[in-house]
């Protein structure tokens, strides 16, 4: 699994982590059903989507929106919590976090 915090020349962090995410929700069926049916985007669609604006956001929030979710990766992954958080705020609020 990537580990979000090594960026590439040309990965933020923010999409690092939701490219975490979404191998991570390959691996759990149940998961990825509810991601796809919240956002309407089928399983073969995901690769698209991995490379389409709005990729990090749909991800991270997904995650950051469900706090069961949210900590079942983390703990999966070694992600804090507040590292998922501080990256949702930074995609909603443009940047413009404390």
Same mark, same amino acid.
């Given at each position: 699994?990537?580990?979000? @915090?090594?960026?590439?020349?040309?990965?933020?962090? +923010?999409?690092?982590l939701a490219? $975490?995410?979404?191998? #991570?929700? !390959? *691996? +759990?069926?149940e998961?990825?059903?509810?991601? @796809? !049916?919240l @956002?309407?985007?089928?399983?073969g $669609?995901?690769r698209?989507?991995?490379?389409?604006?709005?990729? +990090?956001a !749909?991800?991270?929030?997904?995650?950051? *929106?469900? $706090?069961? @979710?949210l900590? !079942?990766f983390?703990?999966?992954? *070694?992600?804090?919590? $507040?590292t998922?958080?501080?990256? #949702?705020?930074?995609?909603?609020?443009? *940047?413009?976090?404390?």
């Open positions: 699994m990537q580990n979000f @915090t090594d960026q590439s020349e040309n990965h933020s962090p +923010e999409q690092a490219v $975490e995410i979404l191998t #991570w929700l !390959a *691996g +759990e069926p998961l990825l059903s509810r991601f @796809t !049916a @956002t309407g985007v089928n399983a $669609e995901l698209a989507l991995s490379q389409s604006h709005g990729f +990090e !749909a991800m991270i929030g997904f995650i950051a *929106g469900h $706090e069961p @979710t900590m !079942a983390c703990h999966d992954c *070694g992600v804090k919590p $507040e998922v958080s501080r990256a #949702w705020q930074k995609l909603e609020y443009d *940047g413009q976090v404390d």
